[in-house]
């Protein structure tokens, strides 16, 4: 049985020990990032967050506005596919 041996340099313990715990927890948080799952929410959900009646959200989708996923007979949005929207109606609104 080999065992290999390294030898660190010029560093203490505690910076050794520190260097790795930085590289764990970076790691770790692009990690996260990669598998966060978008927040989505049906009409109804946004309807009743925000200023906006069910209905104009349908034609929003039918318009094209507004992209959203069918699972089952449900529709979802994504809460930054929503925002997106929004905002471009906005901007429109007040451009007339």
Known sequence: MMTE??????LTKEELLSAISDLIDSK???RKVETSVPTRY?????????PVCEQTIRNWIKEGKLKAE??????FIEES???KAL???????YKR
Not at 5 to 10: A, D, E, S
Not at 70 to 75: A, H, L, N, T, V
């Open 70 to 75: 069918k699972i089952g007979r449900r529709i």
């Open 81 to 83: 596919e929503f925002e």
């Open 42 to 50: 049906s009409i109804k959900e946004l309807a009743e967050q925000n």
């Open 5 to 10: 041996i390294i030898q660190i340099q010029n």
């Open 28 to 30: 770790l948080s692009v």
């Open 87 to 93: 905002s471009q109606v906005k901007s429109l609104n």
